[in-house]
């Protein structure tokens, strides 16, 4: 076949006719040959082929290492675990191959590669699509589908006919002489193109979005509000071209957070079935908000962002007094969940107003039950006369040298631990309204109640609805370029010796196309009847 | 209510599984059956020209013009007659896949949602449409040949599922309450069915490829015979692995929708994830390997073969031993 009329291909696509290697006694390519040559290397089929393997292959150890973009605290774990193996992983960008070099390197030449690959087949294409069908082959009967029928009328009818016939199927054709020749299915490589286009198209908007998007998270316990702005979040990250005014300050207040626990089906007591957070949303500008919900799988709309319910725990508030009765800590505490029963652990820290700093590590237990070792745990997630229970430390919490100190971690090192297991005197246990006194005359300890709260998450990605449009186009280009097909059909006529008409129909197919046999028969069947006697 | 529509679901199930098994023998007689005939009748040229004799049929005129899906077809005179063990095969497979619908759907009623929800649910109804699909195929072109195949797979998988993954009937985490998982997971099990049958026949393909080059004998050389060359395996492997590709291809986006509603963010890198797309890629690596010269054949079927492979162990193996957010199987 031609390839003039045909859709470019790389010199090694298998519909491509194959040129001649070339002998030993090559003339020398020079600076210009030498770089075509590595440009039809890089965007043949074999190229393509392998760096699409390649790519397979790379994206394997990003399953298998803990990666700190998924799974920052399983990296974390990874260096505890594997000392000795970490600094090699984190040498090669093992924990963060999605953005390593190497695995950059691999997917950017598979996309210069297929733009080079596209770029002249559409170029090619544009002109296949303005272009006749091509001229009809003087011998049909070598094409591997032909149908040859006897039947009577004049050429010219015969031919008007089976234009209709093929008009019909959506044939574009032309005359040639006594036969007719048509093409369909140029869709096959629209479609192919606009695949790989979309493609790119995904690549791009991925890009843009990470230089204008932000993320963060933002921990918020019942009746506290968030406010959008950068000093707002608990942690922020954002892309390059990202200002600080390019937050929209709106306020979110969470007003309660409703969670429901299973409670019937004895296989799943307590797995959480719903959460809702109640919120009041408040435009930067406006004196009064709505109110919404945020719940899983159905996140809030805000100024251009989505609001997420990602997490929830407790916040035991608590109040401690110094031994005259003045309250020196008062609010609520953050604790981290740290079993299915929402047993929790949280710090509290009293740098001032008592006669010693006082830190305190607090285990929180929402339903609180025994077990048969002594220990406290928690039966179940939700609140039944939960249980406070604090180790008391006493000495310097390190907060003053300036060095930021995680508020979820106490340093007990450098402290003295007063209270609580390890010790004789036994942690201080309260249940909600309860007040104990701390040691050593230290003060007192109130628990005034357990809120809940949410964490959140915020995402701004302007360019989300984009990749989502590739992605769509990406998909309707694979269906049209795997299942519409491309054939080319030829019907020629001739007169017999007695003056019979001699209908030949030809059929080629341009890819994969197992119904074109099926299709040349019923054209001919179409055209001049089911055949009278078969040969 | 919930166990009793669960405990006849399970009983409904083994009994499917039995009678799975029953189907495989059936299916290994008629290989065995057909080979032995084969052998008596034909010389190695003689089945290779047959193999080969839709493609021959194709120029021979406007009578026997043929079609990939006609090249199936045991039209060739002298074919052997179906065996009695083929039918019986059939009957087994089809009444199997009726228990098996059965137990299904009642683990659905019993759970009141789509039973796909964990590894034990995803694997039944994995299983359910591998064998739809192979069965809904049948209607259009005679695969009978990868019965052995897929039945013995069905029965391996559904008897590992039904000791390892089971679990009871309990209420939907809150990320999956989304009419995502209907659309997202039913898709991502339509992808793997078709990549099943796609495997199967890419295995075939390869034994067929391995025997009309000669490099085949033996007792081995008597079992593929009166199944397709290895040209038409190929072919049907590419018809029903782009079907699949394209679900596979719309679960990644729909599983990309989901994850932007229920995490934040349509791609994380989240281990699932990784392996989605891994096998994403090698199916496009086979498409394009089907339109390299010289990687059309076996080792595009190598290709097929490996990227199913990647599926079994994105769902056996990531799904269980690895951390992510997919962490539904409920063990």
């Not at chain 2, 029965?155 to 990320?175: E, N, Q």
């Not at chain 2, 080059?213 to 015979?225: D, E, I, K, N, V």
Request: hydrophobic share 45%; net charge neutral.
């Amino acid at each position: 076949m031609s390839r003039s009329s045909d859709v470019a291909r790389p010199s090694d696509h298998i519909e491509t006719v194959e040129e001649a290697p070339e002998g030993p006694n090559a003339p020398k390519l020079g600076v210009i040959g030498t770089l075509r040559f590595f440009w039809r290397q890089l965007t043949s089929m074999k190229t393509a082929l392998f760096l699409l393997l390649l790519l397979a292959i790379a994206a394997v150890p990003g399953s298998l290492v803990p990666q700190r973009s998924s799974d920052p605290n399983g990296v974390a774990q990874y260096k505890l675990d594997h000392p000795d193996l970490f600094p090699v992983v984190d040498a090669v960008q093992g924990f963060d191959v999605y953005t390593s070099v190497w695995f950059s390197a691999i997917y950017l030449l598979l996309f210069v590669s297929l733009i080079g690959c596209v770029l002249p087949r559409t170029r090619h294409h544009w002109e296949a699509l303005r272009a006749k069908p091509p001229r009809t082959p003087a011998r049909l009967s070598r094409l591997d589908h032909v149908e040859v029928r006897t039947t009577t009328g004049s050429t010219e009818e015969l031919l008007q006919a089976a234009e209709r016939i093929l008009r019909r199927g959506r044939y574009r054709m032309t005359r040639y002489g006594d036969s007719v020749s048509a093409e369909r299915g140029y869709l096959r490589e629209t479609g192919n193109l606009v695949f790989h286009g979309s493609l790119v198209g995904i690549l791009v908007a991925v890009a843009v979005g990470g230089s204008f998007g932000y993320s963060g998270q933002k921990l918020v316990v019942e009746g506290e509000p968030f406010v959008n702005y950068v000093g707002g979040y608990d942690s922020f990250t954002r892309g390059r071209l990202v200002g600080d005014a390019s937050l929209d300050p709106y306020r979110v207040t969470l007003n309660g957070l409703d969670v429901k626990y299973e409670t019937q089906n004895k296989n799943a007591v307590g797995q959480a079935l719903d959460f809702t957070a109640a919120v009041t949303v408040q435009q930067p500008g406006q004196q009064t908000g709505y109110d919404t919900t945020i719940k899983v799988n159905h996140p809030l709309d805000a100024d251009g962002t989505e609001v997420f319910l990602l997490g929830n725990g407790y916040a035991p508030r608590i109040t401690v007094r110094d031994p005259d009765g003045n309250a020196v800590f008062s609010g609520a505490v953050p604790f981290l969940p740290q079993d299915a029963n929402l047993t929790s652990v949280g710090i509290v820290k009293v740098p001032d107003g008592l006669p010693e700093q006082v830190g305190m590590i607090g285990f929180l237990y929402p339903t609180p039950t025994t077990l048969a070792t002594g220990a406290q745990s928690s039966s179940f997630p939700g609140l039944q006369d939960p249980l406070l229970s604090l180790n008391v430390y006493t000495g310097d919490l390190g907060l003053d040298s300036g060095v930021p100190v995680s508020v979820y971690t106490l340093a007990t090192d450098s402290l003295t631990q007063v209270a609580g297991r390890g010790t004789d005197t036994p942690g201080v246990d309260i249940g909600i309204g309860q007040t104990a006194q701390l040691p050593n005359g230290l003060g007192s300890v109130t628990l005034d109640g357990v809120s809940r709260y949410a964490s959140l998450e915020i995402h701004h990605d302007p360019t989300q609805l984009w990749v989502l449009l590739f992605a769509v186009l990406v998909l309707a280009g694979l269906l049209t370029s795997l299942f519409v097909p491309r054939r080319r059909m030829w019907v020629k006529v001739r007169r017999g010796d007695d003056g019979e008409a001699i209908v030949e129909y030809a059929g080629l197919a341009r890819g994969d196309d197992p119904a074109l046999g099926t299709a040349v028969r019923e054209l001919a069947d179409a055209h001049s009847g089911p055949p009278a006697e078969r040969t | 209510m919930t166990d009793t529509l669960d405990g006849v679901s399970t009983l409904l199930l083994y009994a499917a599984m039995g009678v799975y098994a029953l189907a495989f023998i059936a299916f290994a007689l008629d290989l065995g059956r057909r080979g032995a005939a084969n052998v008596a009748s034909e010389s190695g040229a003689e089945r290779i020209a047959r193999a080969r004799g839709a493609v021959a049929a194709r120029s021979a005129g406007s009578s026997s013009v043929a079609t990939i899906e006609r090249i199936d077809a045991p039209a060739v005179p002298g074919a052997p007659r179906e065996s009695a063990a083929l039918r019986v095969a059939l009957v087994l497979t089809v009444a199997g896949w009726l228990l098996h619908l059965g137990a299904t759907v009642l683990r659905g009623i019993a759970a009141g949602r789509v039973p796909w929800a964990n590894m034990y649910e995803f694997s039944m109804t994995g299983t359910l449409l591998i064998m739809g699909v192979f069965l809904g195929l049948l209607i259009r072109r005679d695969l009978r040949f990868i019965g052995a195949i897929i039945t013995g797979l069905v029965v391996l998988l559904l008897g590992i599922s039904t000791v390892g993954f089971r679990v009871d009937v309990v209420p939907l985490p809150a990320a999956l309450q989304s009419y995502w998982l209907v659309i997202h997971v039913l898709v991502a099990i339509l992808g793997t069915a078709f990549f099943t049958v796609g495997a199967a026949l890419s295995v075939v393909q390869l034994v067929q490829a391995r025997r009309e080059s000669g490099a085949l004998s033996g007792p081995f050389l008597r079992l593929p015979a009166s199944i397709p060359g290895s040209t038409a395996l190929e072919n049907s492997a590419y018809r029903v692995i782009i079907v699949g590709f394209i679900f596979w291809t719309f679960t990644l986006i729909a599983g990309a929708i989901w994850a932007q509603h229920a995490w934040g963010r349509y791609w994380g890198w989240d281990t699932k994830e990784v392996w989605t797309f891994i096998i994403w890629v090698i199916f496009a690596g086979y498409i394009h390997a089907r339109a390299t010269r010289g990687w059309r054949g076996s080792r595009s079927a190598w290709l097929a073969i490996v990227g199913y492979g990647a599926v079994l162990f994105n769902f056996g193996i990531v799904n269980v031993f690895f951390k992510g957010l997919h962490a539904y199987s409920g063990l």
